[in-house]
């Protein structure tokens, strides 16, 4: 998935881990990943949990589509900074599956915690 | 903001309308923010949201910070679409905003539907 | 729905008006409904939010179970106020729905706003 | 706080325990809490979710205000069932605090999982 993923080959994602329902990346923080504030731009920590979610939910075979998902922003990230990315399966049925995705900075910091809900189609990818 | 903020210039965004508590935006969507299914990554979705919040948000003149948002993503969209982004304020009282932001493509269809809370500070940016 | 609802009967929900995707119902506020603030529990506002959900999306046929949902608190409100709960239909597809819900205290102010994403099953209620 | 609370004590709710940032309640499920499908209504597990960030957030003496909170409802609950409910703290800044509330059954299997975002004022309570 990653190979043909162009958006986390752009953020430099590299995977650490996955097995199924889990998965661990990290990141490296570059200067065209900051906002306004001189920090990471929110959406960066989201995409990285969102594609932590994707290569969990997806790591069964069966196509998952994110539905809804949230994250808390809890510290302010810098430039230059790794970032390791967990994410864990809460719960697994038939069509629905729930992950959390923490991020954790170079100091072992929680930055944010993100929760996604997928649905599970019988699609295989 | 718009001007110093690298990862909103990279998503190549354009300001259509800012004004107190409110905010429009365009985006071409570009191959390079596919995933892997060759859909727009939910991640760019989040973050042209987000960077919505921020400027709307921000019109007041006081720094504001997101501390937890949610997005519900509602349509996939494809290469080559061009967004138009939302951001209505839904509540500012005088250490938290709430902000809402739509997402609709080409055809008029809403694409994805995000709402967000910031922190007001004091400081002006 | 509502007369099996042993809850939504226990809150006193007046049903004012049931459409296809969308809902108005009103509450007034009772003393057992108080937090240790002494102000309306934020699950008061949630079960009001989500019952009216229930009512909105149950009313096709279609059986519906509530997967993942959000609420802002605004505003507090006190004993004795007349609430209005709103649900508005944001989406439908084949399995998935996503609804919204808001709350007006007497003055018209914006209590709460929720956002609700249901599973719709072939099961027929 | 609980004495004074009039719907956390409605619900019958039990404290088991209580720290700075972390509590444990039980509650028994009883007639009065099921909606229309005769299962627990998710306003319910919503409600004992939030006292439980209510007493965690509040356990330090200052007052806590929630302002979002998101829940996931994963498994059905039925009459006569004893919940366990346990809030964590995952941060808490000068102004911002969040925490994290999972719900259990009788089998030990996870029925809910509620993320809340507490504004944190200089008040003592």
Redesign the interface.
């Given at each position: 998935?990653?190979?043909?993923?162009?958006?986390?080959a752009?953020m430099n994602i590299d995977v650490r881990k996955i097995e199924k329902g889990n998965c661990t990346l990290s990141c490296k923080v570059s200067?065209?990943?900051?906002?306004?504030?001189?920090i990471l731009?929110?959406?960066?920590t989201?995409?990285?949990s969102?594609?932590a979610l994707?290569f969990a939910a997806n790591s069964y075979g069966h196509?998952c589509?994110?539905?809804?998902?949230?994250?808390?922003?809890?510290r302010?990230v810098k430039n230059g900074q790794v970032l390791t990315i967990r994410a864990n399966e809460?719960?697994r049925?038939k069509?629905?599956g729930?992950y959390?995705v923490d991020i954790i900075n170079d100091e072992n910091k929680?930055v944010s915690?993100f929760?996604g809900?997928v649905?599970i189609s019988q699609e295989i990818?």
């Open positions: 998935m990653l190979s043909r993923d162009a958006f986390s752009w200067p065209q990943m900051l906002n306004g504030f001189d731009h929110g959406g960066i989201y995409s990285l969102d594609s994707a196509k589509v994110s539905i809804e998902t949230s994250i808390s922003h809890l302010s809460i719960h049925g069509t629905i729930v959390q929680l915690k929760k809900t649905h990818w």
